[in-house]
């Protein structure tokens, strides 16, 4: 199983963005996805899983996770982003719904998001 995560950028303080994360050699239903995110000098945190959807309660109404079974692929809507938000964003595969990163067993490669102030 690959996961290839893409959409990051810059972006203002209250701006938007959509990550997405393409899963090959399984389908998107086989597992349950997740986004984590790791800020420099911090360890990797959970930020949404779908399944049961459950949002990190620093991004809990800005944040919305989704899936597209057609395109195979997970989706993490970000908006009225703020500088805290910086971080590289990973999608991550699993068995079942966990906020634990030990709990995936698939990684993405990680997306850069930087909001500036």
């Known amino acids: 199983v690959q996961l290839q995560a893409s959409g990051g950028g810059l972006v203002q303080a209250g701006g938007s963005l959509r990550l997405s994360c393409a899963v090959f050699?399984?389908?998107?239903?086989?597992?349950?996805m997740g986004w984590f995110r790791q800020a420099p000098g911090k360890e990797r945190e959970f930020v949404a899983t779908?399944?049961?959807?459950v949002y990190a309660d620093s991004v809990k109404g800005r944040f919305t996770i989704s899936r597209d079974n057609v395109k195979n692929t997970v989706y993490l809507q970000m908006n009225s982003l703020k500088p805290e938000d910086t971080a590289v964003y990973y999608c991550?595969?699993?068995?079942?719904?966990?906020?634990?990163?030990?709990?995936?067993?698939?990684w993405g490669q990680g997306t850069q998001v930087t909001v500036s102030s």
């Open positions: 779908i399944s049961r959807t």
């Open positions: 050699g399984r389908t998107v239903r086989d597992y349950v």
């Open positions: 991550a595969a699993g068995p079942y719904s966990s906020t634990r990163a030990q709990a995936h067993d698939y």
